[in-house]
Protein backbone atom coordinates (compact mmCIF):
# COMPACT_ATOMS: atom_id res chain seq x y z
CA UNK A 1 0.00 0.00 0.00
CA UNK A 2 0.90 3.68 -1.14
CA UNK A 3 2.17 6.12 1.47
CA UNK A 4 -0.73 8.08 0.44
CA UNK A 5 -3.60 5.42 1.74
CA UNK A 6 -1.87 5.24 4.18
CA UNK A 7 -2.19 8.32 5.49
CA UNK A 8 -5.94 8.33 4.37
CA UNK A 9 -6.94 5.76 6.59
CA UNK A 10 -4.95 7.21 9.58
CA UNK A 11 -6.62 10.49 9.07
CA UNK A 12 -10.17 8.84 8.79
CA UNK A 13 -9.39 6.72 11.71
CA UNK A 14 -8.72 9.74 14.15
CA UNK A 15 -11.33 12.08 12.72
CA UNK A 16 -14.02 9.13 13.61
CA UNK A 17 -12.28 8.51 17.34
CA UNK A 18 -12.58 12.59 18.17
CA UNK A 19 -16.58 12.66 17.04
CA UNK A 20 -16.80 9.45 18.92
CA UNK A 21 -15.14 11.07 22.12
CA UNK A 22 -17.60 14.53 21.49
CA UNK A 23 -14.55 15.96 20.60
CA UNK A 24 -16.13 17.46 17.16
CA UNK A 25 -19.24 17.48 15.63
CA UNK A 26 -20.18 15.19 12.90
CA UNK A 27 -20.41 18.42 10.08
CA UNK A 28 -16.93 19.13 10.97
CA UNK A 29 -15.39 15.57 10.58
CA UNK A 30 -17.08 15.71 7.17
CA UNK A 31 -15.89 19.01 6.17
CA UNK A 32 -12.31 17.60 7.16
CA UNK A 33 -12.51 14.75 5.47
CA UNK A 34 -14.49 16.37 2.37
CA UNK A 35 -16.96 13.73 2.42
CA UNK A 36 -21.22 14.17 3.17
CA UNK A 37 -22.22 14.35 6.77
CA UNK A 38 -24.30 10.77 6.10
CA UNK A 39 -21.05 8.89 4.84
CA UNK A 40 -19.77 10.17 8.57
CA UNK A 41 -22.67 8.33 10.17
CA UNK A 42 -22.16 5.41 8.03
CA UNK A 43 -18.60 5.62 9.18
CA UNK A 44 -19.47 5.57 13.18
CA UNK A 45 -22.19 2.57 12.47
CA UNK A 46 -19.03 0.43 10.91
CA UNK A 47 -17.07 1.66 13.57
CA UNK A 48 -19.53 0.63 16.41
CA UNK A 49 -20.39 -2.96 14.76
CA UNK A 50 -16.49 -3.80 13.41
CA UNK A 51 -14.10 -1.51 15.14
CA UNK A 52 -12.18 1.32 14.35
CA UNK A 53 -10.29 -0.87 11.60
CA UNK A 54 -13.41 -1.09 9.49
CA UNK A 55 -12.46 1.99 7.67
CA UNK A 56 -10.36 0.06 5.86
CA UNK A 57 -11.41 0.81 2.37
CA UNK A 58 -11.22 -3.36 0.94
CA UNK A 59 -12.72 -3.08 -2.26
CA UNK A 60 -10.86 -4.04 -5.39
CA UNK A 61 -10.20 -2.59 -8.69
CA UNK A 62 -7.22 -0.29 -10.46
CA UNK A 63 -8.91 2.78 -10.28
CA UNK A 64 -6.23 3.96 -7.62
CA UNK A 65 -4.86 7.51 -8.42
CA UNK A 66 -0.65 7.72 -8.61
CA UNK A 67 1.76 9.87 -7.43
CA UNK A 68 3.04 12.77 -9.73
CA UNK A 69 5.87 10.87 -9.72
CA UNK A 70 4.53 7.29 -10.91
CA UNK A 71 2.76 9.61 -13.67
CA UNK A 72 6.18 10.67 -15.04
CA UNK A 73 7.69 7.56 -15.11
CA UNK A 74 4.90 6.08 -17.06
CA UNK A 75 5.04 9.29 -19.39
CA UNK A 76 9.09 8.72 -20.43
CA UNK A 77 8.60 4.55 -20.48
CA UNK A 78 6.08 5.49 -23.57
CA UNK A 79 8.62 8.62 -24.57
CA UNK A 80 11.73 6.38 -24.33
CA UNK A 81 9.93 3.81 -26.26
CA UNK A 82 6.64 4.12 -28.84
CA UNK A 83 6.39 0.78 -29.34
CA UNK A 84 5.57 -0.05 -25.59
CA UNK A 85 2.15 -1.31 -24.42
CA UNK A 86 0.82 -0.40 -21.12
CA UNK A 87 1.09 -4.19 -20.25
CA UNK A 88 4.81 -3.61 -20.50
CA UNK A 89 5.34 0.05 -19.28
CA UNK A 90 3.15 -1.77 -15.65
CA UNK A 91 6.43 -4.51 -16.08
CA UNK A 92 8.86 -1.78 -16.46
CA UNK A 93 7.82 0.35 -13.83
CA UNK A 94 6.83 -2.39 -11.02
CA UNK A 95 3.34 -0.16 -10.74
CA UNK A 96 1.11 -2.98 -9.69
CA UNK A 97 -1.79 -0.41 -8.44
CA UNK A 98 -3.01 0.52 -12.04
CA UNK A 99 -4.86 -0.79 -14.76
CA UNK A 100 -3.97 -1.03 -18.47
CA UNK A 101 -6.96 0.94 -19.12
CA UNK A 102 -5.80 4.20 -16.87
CA UNK A 103 -2.28 4.08 -18.24
CA UNK A 104 -3.61 4.38 -21.50
CA UNK A 105 -5.45 7.38 -20.65
CA UNK A 106 -2.54 8.70 -18.93
CA UNK A 107 -1.16 8.55 -22.40
CA UNK A 108 -3.66 9.78 -23.81
CA UNK A 109 -3.84 13.07 -22.20
CA UNK A 110 -0.17 13.79 -22.74
CA UNK A 111 -0.45 12.95 -26.50
CA UNK A 112 1.37 9.63 -26.48
CA UNK A 113 -1.85 7.30 -28.03
CA UNK A 114 -1.19 8.15 -31.95
CA UNK A 115 2.14 7.19 -32.25
CA UNK A 116 2.95 5.23 -36.03
CA UNK A 117 5.56 3.10 -35.11
CA UNK A 118 8.19 1.93 -37.94
CA UNK A 119 8.01 -1.43 -38.45
CA UNK A 120 10.95 -4.50 -38.18
CA UNK A 121 9.30 -6.21 -40.73
CA UNK A 122 8.61 -3.96 -43.50
CA UNK A 123 4.73 -4.88 -44.93
CA UNK A 124 5.61 -7.02 -48.48
CA UNK A 125 3.29 -5.41 -51.28
CA UNK A 126 2.73 -7.52 -54.62
CA UNK A 127 1.16 -7.42 -57.54
CA UNK A 128 0.86 -10.27 -60.57
CA UNK A 129 3.00 -9.29 -63.50
CA UNK A 130 0.27 -9.16 -66.15
CA UNK A 131 -3.41 -9.74 -66.23
CA UNK A 132 -5.14 -12.63 -65.41
CA UNK A 133 -2.20 -14.32 -63.52
CA UNK A 134 -3.90 -13.85 -60.32
CA UNK A 135 -7.53 -13.39 -59.79
CA UNK A 136 -9.26 -12.38 -56.39
CA UNK A 137 -12.14 -13.28 -55.11
CA UNK A 138 -13.86 -12.30 -51.57
CA UNK A 139 -17.49 -11.91 -49.58
CA UNK A 140 -18.20 -8.62 -48.00
CA UNK A 141 -19.46 -9.20 -44.73
CA UNK A 142 -23.34 -8.06 -43.90
CA UNK A 143 -24.69 -5.19 -44.65
CA UNK A 144 -27.83 -3.37 -43.63
CA UNK A 145 -30.00 -1.83 -46.14
CA UNK A 146 -33.20 0.02 -45.15
CA UNK A 147 -35.60 -1.39 -47.89
CA UNK A 148 -34.17 -4.68 -48.56
CA UNK A 149 -32.14 -5.86 -45.08
CA UNK A 150 -28.90 -8.20 -45.02
CA UNK A 151 -27.17 -8.02 -47.94
CA UNK A 152 -23.86 -9.15 -49.75
CA UNK A 153 -21.02 -8.57 -52.50
CA UNK A 154 -19.92 -11.34 -53.81
CA UNK A 155 -16.85 -9.72 -55.95
CA UNK A 156 -13.84 -10.97 -58.20
CA UNK A 157 -11.03 -8.21 -58.95
CA UNK A 158 -8.48 -9.00 -61.20
CA UNK A 159 -4.93 -8.54 -59.17
CA UNK A 160 -2.98 -6.84 -61.79
CA UNK A 161 -5.34 -4.11 -63.02
CA UNK A 162 -7.70 -3.90 -60.70
CA UNK A 163 -10.44 -4.54 -62.88
CA UNK A 164 -13.60 -5.84 -61.49
CA UNK A 165 -14.11 -9.24 -63.41
CA UNK A 166 -17.70 -9.52 -61.92
CA UNK A 167 -19.91 -8.36 -58.82
CA UNK A 168 -23.47 -8.73 -57.91
CA UNK A 169 -25.08 -8.35 -54.26
CA UNK A 170 -26.92 -11.49 -52.70
CA UNK A 171 -29.48 -11.52 -49.39
CA UNK A 172 -27.13 -14.36 -48.21
CA UNK A 173 -23.23 -15.69 -48.92
CA UNK A 174 -24.23 -19.42 -49.84
CA UNK A 175 -21.48 -21.42 -52.24
CA UNK A 176 -24.14 -21.53 -55.01
CA UNK A 177 -23.89 -17.61 -55.03
CA UNK A 178 -20.17 -17.54 -55.77
CA UNK A 179 -20.28 -19.97 -58.02
CA UNK A 180 -22.43 -17.57 -60.02
CA UNK A 181 -20.13 -14.80 -60.05
CA UNK A 182 -17.83 -16.90 -60.46
CA UNK A 183 -19.00 -18.63 -64.28
CA UNK A 184 -20.06 -15.38 -64.92
CA UNK A 185 -16.02 -13.43 -64.65
CA UNK A 186 -15.26 -17.57 -66.44
CA UNK A 187 -17.55 -17.04 -69.33
CA UNK A 188 -16.84 -13.71 -70.09
CA UNK A 189 -12.83 -13.30 -69.25
CA UNK A 190 -11.30 -16.67 -70.02
CA UNK A 191 -9.72 -18.81 -67.46
CA UNK A 192 -7.25 -17.24 -64.72
CA UNK A 193 -3.82 -18.64 -63.94
CA UNK A 194 -4.36 -18.31 -60.11
CA UNK A 195 -7.33 -17.76 -57.77
CA UNK A 196 -6.67 -16.31 -54.28
CA UNK A 197 -9.46 -16.71 -51.67
CA UNK A 198 -9.74 -17.33 -48.36
CA UNK A 199 -10.91 -20.38 -46.04
CA UNK A 200 -14.98 -20.00 -46.23
CA UNK A 201 -16.63 -22.84 -46.55
CA UNK A 202 -18.23 -21.02 -49.58
CA UNK A 203 -14.65 -21.74 -51.19
CA UNK A 204 -13.11 -24.67 -49.17
CA UNK A 205 -14.63 -27.59 -47.91
CA UNK A 206 -14.14 -27.69 -44.16
CA UNK A 207 -14.08 -31.16 -43.83
CA UNK A 208 -11.23 -33.21 -45.04
CA UNK A 209 -12.41 -36.32 -45.92
CA UNK A 210 -15.89 -36.59 -47.62
CA UNK A 211 -18.34 -39.78 -46.83
CA UNK A 212 -17.05 -41.77 -49.51
CA UNK A 213 -13.56 -41.53 -47.87
CA UNK A 214 -11.95 -39.44 -50.77
CA UNK A 215 -10.70 -35.99 -49.81
CA UNK A 216 -13.60 -33.43 -49.77
CA UNK A 217 -13.75 -30.28 -51.69
CA UNK A 218 -16.12 -27.70 -52.27
CA UNK A 219 -18.18 -27.37 -55.76
CA UNK A 220 -15.47 -24.23 -56.02
CA UNK A 221 -12.31 -26.56 -55.66
CA UNK A 222 -14.11 -29.38 -58.14
CA UNK A 223 -14.48 -27.07 -61.11
CA UNK A 224 -11.00 -24.93 -60.26
CA UNK A 225 -9.10 -28.57 -60.31
CA UNK A 226 -11.15 -29.54 -63.46
CA UNK A 227 -10.07 -25.95 -65.33
CA UNK A 228 -6.50 -26.47 -64.25
CA UNK A 229 -7.23 -23.52 -61.80
CA UNK A 230 -4.62 -22.85 -58.98
CA UNK A 231 -5.90 -22.00 -55.69
CA UNK A 232 -4.50 -20.18 -53.57
CA UNK A 233 -5.91 -19.67 -49.77
CA UNK A 234 -4.97 -17.05 -47.75
CA UNK A 235 -4.29 -17.54 -44.34
CA UNK A 236 -5.17 -14.12 -42.91
CA UNK A 237 -6.54 -10.64 -44.40
CA UNK A 238 -3.53 -9.02 -44.96
CA UNK A 239 -3.05 -11.36 -47.97
CA UNK A 240 -6.20 -10.31 -50.04
CA UNK A 241 -5.13 -6.29 -49.30
CA UNK A 242 -6.45 -5.55 -52.42
CA UNK A 243 -10.00 -6.52 -52.39
CA UNK A 244 -10.32 -5.53 -48.81
CA UNK A 245 -9.41 -2.54 -49.69
CA UNK A 246 -11.77 -1.98 -52.68
CA UNK A 247 -14.21 -3.42 -50.35
CA UNK A 248 -13.94 0.05 -47.88
CA UNK A 249 -13.98 1.95 -51.03
CA UNK A 250 -17.25 0.66 -52.22
CA UNK A 251 -18.68 1.29 -49.18
CA UNK A 252 -17.96 5.00 -49.04
CA UNK A 253 -18.09 5.03 -52.58
CA UNK A 254 -21.55 3.25 -53.94
CA UNK A 255 -23.20 1.95 -50.71
CA UNK A 256 -23.73 5.23 -48.94
CA UNK A 257 -24.94 7.02 -52.29
CA UNK A 258 -27.41 3.68 -52.99
CA UNK A 259 -29.06 3.08 -49.57
CA UNK A 260 -32.87 4.02 -50.66
CA UNK A 261 -32.89 0.95 -53.34
CA UNK A 262 -35.84 -1.04 -53.16
CA UNK A 263 -35.12 -3.78 -54.46
CA UNK A 264 -31.92 -6.70 -55.11
CA UNK A 265 -32.44 -6.31 -58.78
CA UNK A 266 -32.51 -2.62 -58.43
CA UNK A 267 -29.47 -2.46 -56.32
CA UNK A 268 -27.30 -4.90 -58.63
CA UNK A 269 -28.52 -2.96 -61.60
CA UNK A 270 -27.29 0.14 -60.23
CA UNK A 271 -24.17 -1.64 -59.24
CA UNK A 272 -23.87 -2.65 -62.55
CA UNK A 273 -23.80 0.96 -63.77
CA UNK A 274 -21.48 2.12 -60.91
CA UNK A 275 -18.71 -0.85 -62.28
CA UNK A 276 -18.50 0.17 -65.85
CA UNK A 277 -18.05 3.63 -64.61
CA UNK A 278 -15.38 2.67 -62.26
CA UNK A 279 -13.75 0.28 -64.87
CA UNK A 280 -13.47 2.87 -67.25
CA UNK A 281 -12.84 5.99 -65.73
CA UNK A 282 -11.13 5.38 -62.13
CA UNK A 283 -7.40 6.42 -62.98
CA UNK A 284 -4.97 4.25 -60.58
CA UNK A 285 -2.00 5.11 -58.58
CA UNK A 286 -1.14 2.00 -57.29
CA UNK A 287 2.46 -0.37 -58.20
CA UNK A 288 2.40 -0.88 -61.95
CA UNK A 289 -0.79 1.49 -62.53
CA UNK A 290 0.73 4.49 -63.22
CA UNK A 291 -2.23 6.46 -62.92
CA UNK A 292 -4.15 4.65 -65.69
CA UNK A 293 -7.48 3.27 -65.46
CA UNK A 294 -8.15 -0.60 -64.69
CA UNK A 295 -9.90 -0.87 -68.33
CA UNK A 296 -6.28 0.24 -70.05
CA UNK A 297 -4.40 -2.20 -67.93
CA UNK A 298 -6.74 -5.06 -68.29
CA UNK A 299 -6.90 -7.83 -71.54
CA UNK A 300 -9.19 -10.80 -71.55
CA UNK A 301 -7.46 -13.68 -70.64
CA UNK A 302 -5.86 -16.09 -73.75
CA UNK A 303 -6.79 -19.26 -72.00
CA UNK A 304 -10.32 -20.31 -73.24
CA UNK A 305 -11.95 -22.92 -73.32
CA UNK A 306 -15.35 -23.52 -76.36
CA UNK A 307 -18.09 -21.79 -74.79
CA UNK A 308 -20.18 -25.07 -75.16
CA UNK A 309 -17.54 -26.82 -73.43
CA UNK A 310 -16.81 -24.89 -70.66
CA UNK A 311 -20.99 -24.03 -70.78
CA UNK A 312 -21.75 -28.19 -70.47
CA UNK A 313 -18.81 -28.69 -67.84
CA UNK A 314 -20.17 -25.76 -65.71
CA UNK A 315 -23.68 -26.64 -65.53
CA UNK A 316 -24.80 -28.62 -62.24
CA UNK A 317 -27.22 -30.90 -62.11
CA UNK A 318 -29.26 -31.80 -59.04
CA UNK A 319 -32.59 -33.49 -58.34
CA UNK A 320 -35.41 -32.03 -56.28
CA UNK A 321 -38.50 -32.50 -54.71
CA UNK A 322 -41.67 -30.90 -56.31
CA UNK A 323 -43.84 -30.25 -53.43
CA UNK A 324 -47.66 -30.25 -53.02
CA UNK A 325 -47.75 -26.19 -53.36
CA UNK A 326 -45.80 -26.75 -57.17
CA UNK A 327 -42.49 -25.02 -55.71
CA UNK A 328 -38.95 -26.56 -55.08
CA UNK A 329 -36.30 -25.83 -52.79
CA UNK A 330 -32.80 -24.42 -54.47
CA UNK A 331 -30.17 -22.89 -51.98
CA UNK A 332 -33.25 -21.78 -49.37
CA UNK A 333 -34.94 -20.37 -51.66
CA UNK A 334 -38.90 -21.72 -53.22
CA UNK A 335 -39.27 -21.51 -56.76
CA UNK A 336 -42.83 -22.51 -58.85
CA UNK A 337 -42.66 -24.97 -61.31
CA UNK A 338 -45.47 -26.01 -63.66
CA UNK A 339 -48.35 -27.88 -61.60
CA UNK A 340 -47.53 -31.73 -63.69
CA UNK A 341 -44.52 -32.26 -61.84
CA UNK A 342 -46.32 -32.05 -58.41
CA UNK A 343 -44.98 -34.83 -55.83
CA UNK A 344 -42.55 -35.77 -58.65
CA UNK A 345 -38.72 -36.02 -58.06
CA UNK A 346 -36.81 -34.31 -61.22
CA UNK A 347 -33.65 -33.42 -62.51
CA UNK A 348 -32.58 -29.70 -62.80
CA UNK A 349 -29.87 -28.18 -64.62
CA UNK A 350 -28.23 -24.80 -63.34
CA UNK A 351 -26.19 -22.83 -65.89
CA UNK A 352 -25.00 -19.48 -64.55
CA UNK A 353 -28.13 -17.93 -63.23
CA UNK A 354 -30.34 -19.68 -65.32
CA UNK A 355 -32.19 -23.22 -64.24
CA UNK A 356 -33.57 -25.32 -67.15
CA UNK A 357 -36.07 -28.17 -66.09
CA UNK A 358 -35.61 -31.34 -68.92
CA UNK A 359 -37.91 -34.15 -69.77
CA UNK A 360 -37.38 -36.71 -72.46
CA UNK A 361 -34.35 -34.78 -73.07
CA UNK A 362 -35.91 -31.73 -74.06
CA UNK A 363 -36.33 -28.44 -71.95
CA UNK A 364 -39.97 -28.17 -70.44
CA UNK A 365 -39.59 -25.22 -68.23
CA UNK A 366 -36.97 -22.58 -67.25
CA UNK A 367 -36.32 -19.71 -64.68
CA UNK A 368 -33.58 -17.67 -63.16
CA UNK A 369 -32.02 -17.28 -59.70
CA UNK A 370 -32.96 -15.15 -57.53
CA UNK A 371 -30.51 -13.27 -55.27
Known amino acids: MSNIQIKSLEEKQQVISSVLKGRITKTEAANTLGCKTQTIYNYIHKVTREGIDALFDKRGGNNRKLSARQEKDLVDIKEKGRWRSARKAIELTDIKAVGIRQIQKI ?214 LVYRDSTISLFGKRYRVPNEFITARIWVRIRGETVRIESMGRVVYKFRLKA
Not at 252 to 270: A, I
Request: net charge positive; aromatic share 14%.
Open 107 to 320: WVKHGLNRENVERLKPLVRFVAKYPNELWQADIQGKMFLPHIGEAYLILVIDDHSRFILGGKWFSNQTQMNVFRVWYHCLFTWGLPKKMLQDKGSQYKANARYGQSGEYAQSTYQFYARVLGIELIFAHRAQTKGKVERFFRFIQRDFVRENTDVRSFEELNRKFFSWQIKYNEEFAHSGIGMNGRTPAEVYQPSERRKPKQELQELLTITIRR
